[in-house]
C-alpha cells in the first residue's frame, strides 16, 4: 500500500491553537458545529494537564501556561491511536481544584479530529500528525477580558488571584511560546470566533479535503 492510499484512510486532524482567550475553542465547535453531518471528535489539550502530587495551595502557584505543565507524550499518543482509528481514554481535569480527577472520558475514533489548545503548534510530533495548522490571533485586551469572565463564572477565581496569573504566566509565556507557534500555522483567524468569513473558508476546505480523500479511498477499494 502506497503512502498515498494509507493517508486516505486515515481521519483528518485539524489542529486550532491561539492564547488563552483567543476564541479558539468557539472556533473548534464552530467547526464541528457546520460539519454536523460528519464524523468529528474534539481533543481539548486541556485534558491533558499534568498530574500534579502537590498541596492544593502550591498547586495553585504553578505555572499553568508553559509547555512542561502538559503531559505531551500522551497527547501524541493518543492522536496516534486515533489517527489508526483507535478509541483512547482521555484524562478529566478539574479547572477548580487544578488537578487530574482520576477519571477518564472515552472517545471514539472518528473521521475528523479537532485538536484544541494553547500548545497544539508548538510539538512538532503534534504538527506532523496535523492536515491543517490554524493560530486564532486576538487582541491581547480582548482575550483578557474573556479570560476574566471565563474564570470569575467557570473557575470560581478571583480578580485578584487572574490578573496575578495574567502578569506573572499567561502574558510572558504568550509572548514566548505561544505568539511564534503562528508561523507554522497555515491558516491565521484574526479575532476569533466573530470572523465567519475566515471560518467558511476553512469549513469548505475541510469538506473538499474530506470529499477527496473519500474519493481517493473508494478508488483504492474498487
Known sequence: MTQQDL?????LIIGVSGGSGSGKTTIARRLIKDLGAQSI???????YYKQL?????????????????????????DLKKLRNFQSIEVPIYDFVKSNRTGETRHQEAADVIVLEGIFVLYDQRLRDLMDIKVFVDTDDDIRLIRRIK?????????????????LEHVRPMYQQFIEPTKRY??????????NEVAI??????IRY????????KNSVDS
Open 185 to 194: 500555522a497555515d491558516v491565521i483567524i484574526p479575532e476569533g470566533g466573530a
Open 7 to 11: 493517508s486516505s484512510k486515515q481521519p
Open 53 to 77: 502530587d502537590l498541596p492544593y495551595e502550591e498547586r495553585k502557584r504553578q505555572n499553568f501556561d508553559h509547555p512542561l505543565s502538559f503531559d505531551t507524550d500522551l497527547l501524541v499518543s
Open 209 to 216: 479535503l474530506m470529499y477527496q480523500r473519500t474519493k481517493s
Open 200 to 205: 467558511d473558508l476553512l469549513t469548505s476546505k
Open 41 to 47: 471528535a474534539l481533543l481539548q489539550m486541556d485534558s
Open 150 to 166: 471565563r474564570d470569575v463564572d467557570h473557575r470560581g477565581y478571583t480578580l485578584e488571584t487572574i490578573f496575578d496569573q495574567y
